[in-house]
């Protein structure tokens, strides 16, 4: 079946703008993620969403920075008046709402802010 | 220190061996846990669920030990393939987070 998509795959945009990206989880997957990646570092946690109940924001680096989520389906990630440490992979994730349920990851966006 | 440990590596092993890794967490609530392999520039891929009896996939085998909070991946019979960052993740129980290790990196020579 189809899994996570995401997009852009890369994004490439000058400081101080505004960008946008899409995550579209695994049809029937109520928990969504956002996680950031820095060149040569671990996972980040930046967000989490499950179903219709208020997201778990305390990953989120900035005020600079927002998600919202549509029910139980599309999420996009919002980073407003980009900065160059912003530059990174930022990675979706989504999982089924139980014990054992693994992730399940996007290709993910490579954001470059130049 | 970190809920989740892992030896950074790089293990260097050449085609063909065994190659061990082991995970510490700190957490003795946490109840799921996985191996993920990561390559360069992509995104961290599952390979495989550890349970409790221990389980085996192929040339993998992962091993859970409760008692002494660590979970072991084995790798037999090594491809150049195999070559990744391997990371152990973690959850605890009745929570939604997922705790992940920094990795360990294997480079398989041949």
């Known amino acids: 079946g189809a899994g996570v998509s995401q997009s852009p795959s890369n994004k490439v945009t000058e400081k101080g703008k505004d960008v946008e990206l899409r995550c579209d989880p695994i049809?029937?997957?109520?928990?969504l993620y956002w996680y950031r990646q820095r060149l040569g570092q671990g996972l980040e946690f930046l967000i989490y969403f499950q179903g219709n109940s208020a997201p778990d924001k305390s990953g989120l680096p900035s005020d600079r920075f927002s998600a919202e989520r549509t029910g139980e389906s599309v999420s996009t990630l919002t980073i407003q008046r980009t900065q160059q440490e912003d530059s990174a992979v930022y990675l979706c994730?989504?999982?089924?709402?139980?014990?054992?349920?693994?992730?399940?990851f996007g290709n993910g966006t490579r954001l470059t802010v130049t | 220190r970190k809920e989740v440990e892992q030896d950074p590596g790089p293990f260097n092993v050449p085609e063909g061996a065994t190659v061990a890794f082991n995970c510490t967490y700190s957490n003795s609530a946490s109840q799921s846990f996985f191996w993920y392999r990561q390559d360069c520039r992509k995104e961290p891929k599952l390979l495989m669920s550890?349970?409790?009896s221990g389980n085996e996939d192929g040339r993998f085998t992962a091993q859970l030990n409760r008692a002494s909070q660590y979970i072991s991946l084995l790798i037999r019979d090594s491809k150049l393939s195999d070559s990744a960052t391997y990371l152990c993740?973690?959850?605890?129980?009745?929570?939604?987070?997922?705790?992940f290790g920094t990795g360990t990196r294997l480079k398989v020579l041949a």
């Open positions: 994730a989504s999982s089924l709402r139980r014990n054992y349920s693994p992730l399940h």
């Open positions: 049809s029937g997957h109520t928990a």
């Open positions: 550890v349970y409790s």
């Open positions: 993740v973690v959850k605890r129980a009745g929570t939604y987070k997922y705790i």
